[in-house]
């Protein structure tokens, strides 16, 4: 995400991460992936329970949404409890944004 960040930026689009460590760990990972973008520490699983989103082996589950400016979730994707899966790539979230908007 990193690399595309500004192509998303383009679109007048904000990403955010959602972390459910704590803060000091959260703050660790953001400066050492440079994440352009604001990464949220969210230990108690707030937004995630808001969100619906599962968890697996003591760990939330991942997702990706797409929020518009009213705060209507216009698009997501939730990692299904499996041992493997897919997330979009920036690219598909990208196409999606240009379909959805």
Known sequence: M?????????RQVE????????????????????APFPVLSD???????????????GVPLPGSFIIDAEGRIRWNWVAPLAVVFTP?????????LDTLF
């Open 88 to 96: 979009p790539r920036p690219e598909e979230l990208l196409s999606l």
């Open 43 to 57: 230990p108690e699983w707030s937004v995630f329970s808001q969100y619906g989103m599962g968890s697996a082996m």
């Open 2 to 10: 990193r690399e595309t960040y500004q192509e998303f930026q383009a």
């Open 15 to 34: 990403l955010l991460v959602v972390s459910s460590t704590d803060l000091e760990m959260t703050s660790f990972v953001a400066e050492t992936l440079r």
